[in-house]
C-alpha cells in the first residue's frame, strides 16, 4: 500500500475491493455445491419497504442464479403483524426443503427484530444472527456458529491490508447495529483486536480515531466519516449502505479519503459479503445433514 512521504503533500489512497476476495470464496462455494445432487433453497424474508434491504435481496437473488442455488423471497409487505412475521419464520424453519432463512432487516415500524429472529433455526441462520450464534461469537465458540457475513467480511478485508495476525491491532468501530457493529466487536476481540467502540453520537471523534489502526463505519448515515476525522495511517472500511434520491448507492464515509485504504461503495464490503453469506449456506447444509465442517 502507499504511504504518504515526508514533506509530499500528495497523497495516493488505495482502494480496498471486495470483488477479488469474493472470487475467491464463490470458487469454493461452487465445488463444495457440486459435489451435491440437488439444489440448496435459500428464501429471503421482507417486511419492510427499505431501499438498501431491496438492494441486497436482488444482490442474493442474482447470486444464487449463477450458483444455481434455489432462492424464494417471500415479502409480507409494510402490514405484516408481528405474529405473520413469527409464524413465517417457523414455517420456513421447519421445511426441510429450505435450507437457508434471511430476515431482512430493517423491519417495518412497529415489528420487533430481536423477537422475530428467535424463530429462525440456529442452523438454518445464514446471516449468523440469531441468539444462539451470537451467544456463540461472543462465548468465542466461533467454530461452533455461524457468523454475520458483514462483520466476516470486514474481519476478511482488514486481514488483507494489516496481515493475518491482528493481535494487538487497534479498531474503531462507529455503529453498535446488531447486524455489523456488535458482532464484529466481539470477533475482533476473539482475534485478539483491541476496540473501540464509537457510534453516531460520539464526541470529538478525531481524537478517539487518531490512535487507531483502523476505522470501521456502519450507522447508515451517508458522509458521517469525513477527512477531519482520519489521519492517512488509517484503513477504513465502509460497511454503511444508503440509497439516495435516483437510486445512487453511496456508504457512510466520504469517498477517497486520504488514508491508507478504503474500501469503496458499493464494490468494498458488498460483494464478499454476499459471497460469505452463501459458504454459510453451504455450511448450513452441512450443520443440518450431519456432515463435518471445518
Not at 79 to 90: I, P, S, W
Request: charge should be neutral; hydrophobic fraction near 45%; glycine fraction near 10%.
Amino acid at each position: 500500500m502507499e504511504q504518504q512521504q515526508d514533506g509530499d503533500n500528495s497523497f495516493s489512497p488505495s482502494p480496498l475491493l471486495g470483488k477479488p476476495l469474493a472470487a475467491e470464496v464463490t470458487s469454493g462455494v461452487r465445488s463444495a455445491l457440486a459435489q451435491w445432487d440437488f439444489r440448496p433453497h435459500l428464501v429471503s424474508v421482507l417486511a419492510s419497504d427499505d431501499g438498501a434491504s431491496r438492494v441486497y435481496v436482488d444482490s442474493k437473488a442474482r447470486r444464487a442464479g449463477r450458483l444455481g442455488v434455489e432462492f424464494s423471497l417471500r415479502g409480507l409487505g409494510t402490514g405484516a403483524t408481528q405474529q405473520e412475521l413469527e409464524a413465517t419464520l417457523r414455517e420456513l424453519s421447519a421445511d426441510q426443503s429450505v435450507h437457508g432463512v434471511v430476515l431482512e432487516l430493517p423491519l417495518a415500524r412497529g415489528l420487533d427484530a430481536d423477537a422475530a429472529l428467535v424463530h429462525i433455526a440456529p442452523r438454518k441462520d445464514v446471516e449468523g444472527l440469531t441468539p444462539a450464534n451470537l451467544a456463540l461469537i461472543a462465548a468465542g465458540r466461533e467454530s461452533e456458529a455461524l457468523l454475520p457475513p458483514t462483520p466476516r467480511s470486514v474481519r476478511f478485508l482488514l486481514r488483507r491490508v494489516l496481515g493475518d495476525d491482528l493481535r494487538g491491532l487497534r479498531v474503531a468501530v462507529i455503529g453498535p447495529g446488531r447486524t455489523v457493529g456488535r458482532p464484529l466487536t466481539f470477533m475482533l476481540n476473539n482475534r485478539g483486536v483491541t476496540v473501540t467502540l464509537c457510534n453516531e453520537h460520539t464526541r470529538e471523534l478525531a481524537g478517539v480515531l487518531a490512535p487507531q489502526d483502523a476505522v470501521v463505519v456502519a450507522v447508515g448515515r451517508a458522509g458521517l466519516l469525513r477527512a477531519e476525522h482520519v489521519l492517512p495511517h488509517h484503513v477504513v472500511i465502509d460497511a454503511g449502505i444508503n440509497v439516495q434520491d435516483g437510486g445512487q448507492m453511496v456508504g457512510d464515509a466520504v469517498p477517497d479519503l486520504p488514508v491508507r485504504a478504503q474500501t469503496p461503495v458499493p464494490g468494498g464490503v458488498g460483494p464478499l459479503t454476499g459471497a460469505l453469506m452463501y459458504q454459510n449456506l453451504v455450511r448450513a447444509v452441512k450443520l443440518q445433514r450431519g456432515e463435518a465442517v471445518e
